[in-house]
Nanobody, 123 residues
Framework: QVQLVESGGGLVQAGGSLTLSCVAS????????WGWYRQAPGKERELVAV???????YSSDSVKGRFSISRDKDKRTVALQLNSLKPEDTAIYYC?????????????????WGQGTQVTVRS
């Protein structure tokens, strides 16, 4: 199974930038999609951005144009660049690895979450 470890969170002023990193270890053969989610206090976890094994990306409307997702296959790392941060971006950010749903061999059990990294944006 995949293990994910995030880093890079912190406290930043509004308008500032951060880079979050997620390093994967273990067997990633079933993983076809890498994503970042976030959860603010009192709110549900929401999708921020996703990158597929074909390097197709998707970002939610709330972060489009400000955040970007990328991955380094050799380093088994997925990064989230956060620019023009706003106080409403304050949340715990989680890395996620999603299995290939078209694969006969891969199931939900192959999905993984990181432990989360806190991002706090001060106004």
């Amino acid at each position: 199974q995949v293990q994910l470890v995030e880093s890079g969170g912190g406290l930043v002023q509004a308008g500032g930038s951060l880079t979050l990193s997620c390093v994967a270890s273990g067997d990633t053969i079933c993983i076809s999609e890498w994503g970042w989610y976030r959860q603010a206090p009192g709110k549900e976890r929401e999708l921020v951005a996703v990158i597929t094994s074909l390097d197709t990306t998707y970002s939610s409307d709330s972060v489009k144009g400000r955040f970007s997702i990328s991955r380094d296959k050799d380093k088994r790392t997925v990064a989230l660049q956060l620019n023009s941060l706003k106080p409403e971006d304050t949340a715990i950010y989680y890395c996620h690895a999603g299995h290939d749903p078209s694969s006969y061999w891969c199931t939900d059990d192959d999905d993984a979450w990181g432990q989360g990294t806190q991002v706090t944006v001060r106004s």
